[in-house]
């Protein structure tokens, strides 16, 4: 079972959680369509190859009252774990600007205080300012 939020969750399913992320990272937050089989040139044939999307495809399709197999149209892609972190690394950075410490924004932020030092060696890169 994945925890993953909503569609990526299905997805996760069908294809395994690096195919959800890769999804998640690529459309995440916008509305896309999923066709009931994979086609050449779509854009999740593109980001996954084309077996994996057709897995992805044939799992998501449903069929119509008429029979008809019908793919996921208009659905939004959660943005997924990749916002969360990113989220907590912009609250990370408001808590330094701001005067914290690096154990006050770990605590702020949710993030280890490791990530913090990291996050202040990629700002202060040891060459200082020339003008």
Known sequence: MSNLPGILADIAEIAGN???YKIASAVGG???????????????????G?????AICR???????????RGVRDETIPKGPAAILNAARRRAGEALNSGSSVREAARASGLHE??????KAKEDDGQG???
Request: hydrophobic letters at 45%; aromatic letters at 8%; charged letters at 30%.
């Open 30 to 48: 916008t509305r896309v369509s999923i066709p009931p089989r994979a086609m050449e040139g779509h854009w999740l044939t593109e980001l996954l």
């Open 59 to 69: 799992g998501l399709a449903t069929l119509d009252p008429d029979g008809k197999l």
């Open 50 to 54: 084309y077996d994996q999307a057709d």
């Open 114 to 119: 490791r990530t913090i030092w990291r996050m």
């Open 129 to 131: 300012e020339l003008f």
């Open 18 to 20: 690096d195919a959800a």
